[in-house]
């Protein structure tokens, strides 16, 4: 088997065949996209931060929990091993068909478990944050208050599990054995995605329960169920 002409995934059907000179990539897409939701919550974290300590004057356990936020999605991307070239050039954006057995390497593997070690830990916190929230403006009743602490105690499980598998299972594994651990990947992280949709819908129907029941006129009940909604976006 020639490394250099085995790719490290099999195409999605037999007429696709690999193309290891010049792959179809979203590098430029994809560095766009994280450029342009990096500065608007920057900006969104700005307004709050401000709000917090010169109008409110108040800060709770929900700010901190925007700080874990913030200071794992920078950890992600400040803490990724030194590279003379951009992550996104050693195939990050290409498919797996089109990047060759040849070109893996320890480094390439540690900056996958370096981005998705501090990835758990960091959507744990923007969850976090909205289920402290929540107990906050909801004064809730003791179903709410059941659904918070499930919430939270399910989300402290599978991110655990989430990072720890990121973290020990692969980086622990020879080369040769990579193409078992892409396997067991691809899987893992059909089997996430699965959770991750379910407990975000969770986090977004939990406040229909409470906005129900407060006393307020119909046209401001549906403005309040339109902000949350805005979630779904």
């Known amino acids: 088997m020639d490394p250099s002409r085995t790719p490290i995934g099999p195409p999605p059907s037999p007429d696709v065949n690999p193309n290891?000179?010049?792959p179809d990539s979203t590098a430029g897409v994809s560095t766009a996209v994280i450029i342009f939701f990096t500065i608007l919550m920057l900006l969104f974290v700005i307004v709050r931060v401000y709000t917090k300590l010169f109008v409110s004057r108040s800060r709770g356990w929900d700010d901190f929990t925007v700080d874990g936020m913030i200071a794992g999605n920078t950890s992600a991307n400040e803490l990724?091993?030194?590279?003379?070239?951009?992550?996104?050039a050693r195939g990050y954006a290409v498919h797996n068909?089109?990047?060759p057995v040849s070109k893996l390497s320890r480094t390439l593997l540690n900056e996958l478990v370096v981005l998705q070690a501090f990835y758990g830990p960091t959507i744990f916190f923007t969850k976090l944050c909205?289920?402290?929230?929540y107990y906050r403006l909801f004064n809730p009743s003791t179903t709410m208050r059941y659904l918070?602490?499930?919430?939270?105690?399910?989300?402290v499980v599978f991110y655990t599990i989430y990072?720890?598998?990121?973290?020990?299972?692969?980086p622990s594994?020879?080369?040769k054995a990579t193409a078992v651990c892409g396997r067991d990947l691809k899987l893992f992280g059909l089997i996430t995605t699965v959770i991750n949709i379910i407990d975000d819908f969770y986090i977004l129907l939990i406040p229909l329960s409470a906005i129900s029941t407060l006393q307020l006129?119909?046209?401001?009940?549906?403005?309040?169920?339109?902000?949350?909604?805005?979630?779904?976006?």
């Open 148 to 155: 918070i602490y499930s919430g939270v105690a399910f989300n």
């Open 173 to 175: 594994m020879s080369m």
């Open 130 to 133: 909205l289920f402290i929230l």
């Open 163 to 170: 990072t720890f598998f990121y973290i020990f299972f692969c």
């Open 20 to 22: 290891f000179v010049n």
């Open 80 to 88: 990724r091993p030194s590279s003379p070239r951009p992550v996104f």
């Open 217 to 233: 006129p119909p046209a401001r009940k549906l403005g309040l169920l339109a902000v949350f909604f805005t979630g779904f976006l």
């Open 97 to 99: 068909w089109d990047y």
